[in-house]
């Protein structure tokens, strides 16, 4: 079937009711029949407002058939409000039928005719005063809906006439804004009256719960007239794991042929799209938001000091970036958010054009996402609601896609995760106390009030954690020379339960928070320490100067939740190693608000198995209808023949490949891999991939194999290179293993390749590319379960064995989820090779258990439905020699691979 490349167009249907999918989705190119059914079945997912997760494996083109699929969607839905508005407006319809039946957050005027429509007469009313209520909500419905369309036509064309003007507004002239003389004057102002005698850090009054002071009416006034309020028109926010899989997939859809057809805008945190140098400066992500934040409230001032009389001047001048940000201006940063929606661009992009403009890209993008249709944003920004808000992202009646979802449960669960230990508890402290100590005369008895309240709080955070307690919470080790030390003791506590053993149950958190919040007493610290404290001294064990504002978020994280969290005691002798962890047992919490005001949420990831942790424990768990979660799963994009998997139960020697615990450390195990390799090196041409389950492991068996000769063996076939521990060698270890293949290709006497000895979870089990050449072999040793000792593990399986049914085979919910967890890991390691529809290689599962249909229901179907599973190592080797020696002889040229297959990674995935 041919393709229709550069033209895609909403559906002609005249249709008012359920759209149906296109017979043909436009397409960059011919698109795989895989790629077809997951267009078909995702525009179906979205109409009817599911909760989707999609399985498409890396290689398929996952990302273009995500962009086709739902921007065709979003196309049609489109035209079909479109004729509903003018239905309405004509009469013939009424305003409740708009905007998806009321899924999205329709005006209250509507809503309110809608009531009115379907509400039954009160019997009290008479029926002509009913009937005229109704005629005039409903005319006023209308008349809003009328509003919105001639706002609507307003920003098309306007953005219709800068796009035709090739974004060459007239932005120039409004730029000599900056310089002119009258903000000079204001300038000097402020700079000439910046204060010299600590009155930048002493506290303002602060105000009970239902008081406002004077300055904060007067900036809550300036940001209503500062704010952009536009209709938000419906979107897709398309969220992933990192900035720079989000650059990939805007990448992506400036080659797609709706680059011309759709407004995109992709949100950044300030680290990513900032230009203020006196902001960048900054190596805490934390400071870099209190300081762009304290450069606004000054910038906010100016228009009040615009009004004030001259005073004289001043002999000393101070910087001026140190008064406000002079790229946050109301007028540019419109600017910005407009050239930012005439064509796609990624971050780097909008850096560019903020620098061009001189406004700030981290406002910019915000004040665009009203009018884009495609949203695209991190994780965090999603996943944690405060953030969600504040950056003004809206999800009632809009679709919502998670890529890269298969550590969804994980993600959720860190976002929510705060830790402290002694150090920032004890070093809070001392600075607040000498805080308190110093200003004390200046400061309001509410402001000392809740210092001495925050000083009492922190009080008990250190009597919790350095209290000796009793002899059974502290473990005694006895080592070999004799000597008694003391491991940390591990407390897992109900948030009740700790703040009551803690002496803190009548404290009102709720109100410390928000006062913290409002009175921004910890940037007020943190330039209290910057000013008084030497460098070397008080700062320098950590980037922050005051972990005030860690310990904020502890406090934040005590007020959201208690049934489904726990707090973590890890005691030790020295209180400072000690630790305070909050840990959510239960993401569907924070997940539940995403999937209630989405219209649909479509979770997808190249291996999304095992898909029934996500049904249980996230979307069931968050109240979510069976009826609404929808499963799609498609195949490889690769023929059968390009892929060998094998269970291998035995070694070349007959010995029992099994790697529990009890057996993984046995020598003649650890030979009979060894020489399982050496075969192995001996076949495969180009590179081999050895996954460990842990950084420990991989170590002891490469020392065992160095004390009896193994690597000395397998380094005739393969030189061996090792997975660093430290993120800035992976580049440098990926590209030596790219070149080392590259040099040895086609050769058939000494060296053939390389092998990569790799770790289950580390940096190179996910968001890296062995493709072709670089891993013919991938080889998967033993099943990589997660320590069962761990307390918060043990703290998860109790949890879900407590709150979830048992499942349909007997297994209890915490098993459950253990062998999720190892299974997971497993596939995104195996899942590293088959890039592309011409590669091709051999994935050798390393231990009998692998044989036990239990495991491998939890594969992907792409591999499972082709797994052969050899009792002895006899007939697994003549495969995988038969396998190769097939495609050398069919002759499948390898793509000429250089060390840019060795994909750049960014320091943020690892």
């Given amino acids: 079937m041919a393709c229709c490349p550069d033209s895609p167009l909403p559906s002609t249907s005249t249709d008012l009711n359920d759209l149906k999918p296109p017979a043909q989705f436009p397409f960059p190119f011919e698109p795989y029949d895989i790629q077809r059914d997951f267009m078909r079945e995702l525009y179906l997912a979205l109409e009817g407002g599911k909760i989707g997760i999609f399985e498409s494996p890396t290689g398929t083109g996952k990302s273009l058939s995500l962009i086709c699929g739902a921007l065709q969607w979003l196309l049609d839905h489109e035209q079909r409000e479109a004729m509903k508005v003018e239905a309405v407006l004509s009469g013939s319809l009424s305003p409740s039928a708009l905007d998806d039946h009321k899924q999205s957050g329709c005006s209250e005027l509507v809503s309110t005719s809608l009531k009115l429509e379907t509400s039954s007469k009160p019997a009290a009313v008479p029926d002509w005063f009913a009937d005229y209520g109704k005629q005039k909500t409903r005319r006023e419905a209308v008349e809003e809906v009328r509003a919105e369309q001639v706002r609507k036509t307003k920003r098309e064309a306007r953005l219709k006439k800068l796009k035709e003007q090739g974004g060459t507004a007239q932005w120039r002239t409004k730029r000599k804004r900056e310089d002119s003389p009258t903000t000079t004057k204001v300038n000097q102002l402020l700079a000439a009256s910046e204060p010299t005698d600590d009155n930048d850090v002493v506290l303002d009054e602060y105000f009970s719960d239902d008081e406002k002071s004077k300055q904060e009416l007067i900036i ?5 007239e500062d ?25 992506e859809v400036q080659h797609s042929p709706y680059k011309n057809l759709v407004n995109v805008i992709t949100i950044g945190s300030r680290q990513n799209l900032c230009i203020n140098e006196d902001v960048t400066r900054l190596k805490s992500l934390t400071l870099m938001n209190d300081r762009c934040l304290e450069l606004q409230k000054n910038r906010k001032k100016e228009k009040t000091a615009q009004e004030a009389v001259p005073v004289k001047k001043q002999k000393k001048q101070k910087k001026l970036m140190a008064t406000s940000c002079r790229f946050y201006k109301a ?5 910005f958010r407009d050239l930012a929606l005439i064509k796609v661009q990624d971050i780097e992009q909008l850096v560019g054009v903020g620098r061009q403009l001189k406004a700030c890209p981290y406002y910019g993008v915000r004040r665009g996402i009203p009018a884009a249709q495609l949203v695209a944003l991190p994780y965090n920004t999603l996943l944690h609601a405060h953030t969600r808000d504040s950056v003004g992202v809206r999800l009632r009646g809009n679709v919502v896609i998670i890529d890269e979802a298969h550590n969804l449960l994980d993600t959720i669960t860190n976002v929510y995760s705060v830790e402290v230990n002694g150090l920032h508890v004890s070093k809070a402290f001392s600075q607040l106390s000498q805080y308190m100590q110093r200003y004390r005369s200046r400061l309001k008895a509410k402001n000392l009030m809740y210092i001495n309240q925050l000083l009492h709080v922190l009080n008990c955070f250190l009597n919790t954690l350095g209290s000796k307690g009793s002899d059974e919470g502290v473990k005694k080790v006895v080592k070999a020379q004799g000597e008694v030390a003391n491991e940390p003791s591990t407390q897992l506590m109900r948030l009740n339960d700790f703040l009551l053993s803690s002496s803190m149950d009548n404290i009102n958190f709720f109100k410390i928070l928000r006062y913290c919040q409002k009175s921004q007493i910890s940037k007020k610290l943190n330039g209290f320490v910057e000013r008084y404290f030497e460098p070397g001294g008080i700062d320098s064990l950590s980037q922050m100067k005051s972990p005030l504002m860690l310990i904020e978020s502890f406090f934040e994280a005590l007020t959201s939740c208690d049934k489904d969290c726990r707090i973590v005691l890890n005691k030790s002798e020295n209180v400072t190693c000690s630790s305070l962890k909050f840990i959510l047992l239960n ?14 949420v479509i979770m997808t990831g190249g291996t999304m198995q095992p898909v029934s942790e996500f049904k249980h424990q996230l979307l069931l768990a968050a109240g979510v209808s069976p009826m609404r979660i929808m499963e799609f799963s498609c195949g490889h994009v690769i023929p059968a023949d390009h892929l060998l998997p094998v269970c291998l139960c035995k070694g070349p020697a007959g010995v029992d490949l099994e790697f529990t615990f009890q057996h993984r450390n046995n020598p003649a195990l650890l030979d009979e891999l060894g020489r399982a390799l050496v075969n192995l090196c001996t076949v495969v041409p180009g590179g081999i991939v050895v996954f460990f389950p ?26 061996i290179f090792r997975e660093p521990k430290i993120s800035l060698q992976v580049d440098f270890v990926l590209s030596q293993y790219g070149k080392c293949i590259e040099v040895t290709k086609g050769s058939k006497e000494g060296l053939t390749g390389a092998l990569m000895l790799c770790v289950v979870g580390g940096k190179l089990s996910e968001g890296i590319n062995f493709s072709n050449d670089l891993g013919r072999c991938i080889v998967m040793v033993g099943l990589p379960y997660p320590n069962l000792k ?6 998860k399986i109790e949890y879900l064995n407590s709150t979830q049914i048992k499942h349909p085979n007997g297994q209890l919910p915490g098993q459950v989820h253990y062998e999720n967890l190892c299974m997971k890991a497993v596939n995104q390691s195996i899942g590293r090779s088959i890039r592309h529809s011409r590669d091709y290689a051999t994935i050798i599962l390393a231990d009998k258990r692998y044989a036990r249909s239990t495991v491998q229901r939890k594969l992907p179907d792409w591999i499972s439905g082709q797994l052969q599973v050899c009792e002895k190592f006899g007939p697994a080797f003549a495969a995988v020699r038969k396998f190769f020696a097939v495609k050398k002889c069919a002759g499948h040229a390898d793509i000429d691979l250089s060390t ?6 960014d320091p943020s995935q690892l």
Wanted: hydrophobic share 30%.
């Fill in 694 to 719: 842990s950084y420990d492991y991989e170590k002891r068996v490469h020392t065992h194999w160095e004390e009896f000769g193994v690597l000395n063996r397998i380094g005739k076939k393969k030189k």
């Fill in 900 to 905: 840019k297959e060795c994909q750049s990674i």
């Fill in 587 to 600: 993401p569907a919490v924070h997940f539940s608000p995403i999937v209630q005001e989405a219209r649909a």
């Fill in 331 to 335: 007028e540019l940063i419109k600017d």
């Fill in 220 to 224: 809550h006034s300036s940001d209503e």
């Fill in 227 to 251: 704010d952009l309020d536009e209709d938000h028109v419906k979107k897709i926010y398309y969220c992933s794991r990192t900035h720079t899989q989000l650059a990939q997939f805007v990448r």
């Fill in 790 to 795: 761990s307390p918060e593990l043990k703290e």
